[in-house]
């Protein structure tokens, strides 16, 4: 008897292939997740603009900023990407901004990480912006899926491809 390890079995492919339904609700998610976490921290700074600058002039060492500007900078990030995480556009190109960002304020704020930058890395510091880098990477990777702007658009130009 031979047996062949280059095709899986038919049970493996339809689970497979059931599961991959859950992609647009999962990045959907990710999306409303990530956005909701960086919206509320933009009302936080908006609230209080003098605590806002104080913060940033004493406890975030944004690099290459000046601290007011860093503050207004960041208030607004905060306030106006997670509309566009929401509802799906741009999503790759704002992901990727956010990553960078994320990464900027977890570098920028050495409170997040008592034990040391790598020892907090790989430990169990600052464990909530790592889920959301991770959440940033698979929405660059993996765009916003169909439940999104980008998706209906996509779409449209595809079936507007096609009509032509």
């Given at each position: 008897?031979?047996?062949?390890?280059?095709?899986?079995?038919?049970?493996?492919?339809?689970?497979?292939?059931?599961?991959?339904?859950?992609?647009?609700?999962?990045l959907?998610?990710?999306?409303?997740l990530?956005?909701?976490?960086?919206?509320?921290?933009?009302?936080?700074?908006?609230?209080?603009?003098?605590?806002?600058?104080?913060?940033?002039?004493?406890?975030?060492?944004?690099?290459?900023?000046?601290?007011?500007?860093?503050?207004?900078?960041?208030?607004?990030?905060?306030?106006?990407?997670?509309w566009?995480?929401?509802?799906?556009?741009?999503?790759?190109?704002?992901?990727?901004?956010?990553?960078?960002?994320?990464?900027?304020?977890?570098?920028?704020?050495?409170?997040?990480?008592?034990?040391?930058?790598?020892?907090?890395?790989?430990?169990?510091?600052?464990?909530?912006?790592?889920?959301?880098g991770?959440?940033?990477?698979?929405?660059?990777?993996?765009?916003?899926?169909?439940?999104?702007?980008?998706?209906?658009?996509?779409?449209?130009?595809?079936?507007?491809?096609?009509?032509?």
């Open positions: 008897m031979h047996t062949s390890i280059s095709s899986p079995p038919g049970y493996w492919q339809d689970l497979t292939a059931a599961l991959r339904h859950l992609q647009p609700v999962v959907l998610l990710f999306r409303l990530v956005a909701v976490a960086f919206w509320r921290a933009g009302v936080v700074k908006l609230a209080d603009p003098s605590g806002t600058l104080a913060l940033f002039t004493s406890e975030y060492h944004v690099p290459l900023l000046a601290p007011q500007v860093a503050a207004t900078l960041g208030t607004w990030v905060e306030l106006i990407t997670p566009f995480l929401i509802f799906g556009l741009g999503t790759r190109v704002v992901a990727a901004m956010l990553f960078v960002y994320n990464i900027i304020a977890v570098v920028s704020y050495p409170d997040l990480w008592p034990n040391g930058f790598w020892t907090g890395l790989i430990g169990s510091d600052f464990d909530d912006h790592k889920a959301w991770l959440m940033f990477l698979a929405l660059v990777a993996w765009g916003p899926g169909v439940l999104s702007l980008d998706g209906v658009v996509s779409w449209w130009l595809r079936r507007r491809g096609r009509a032509a």
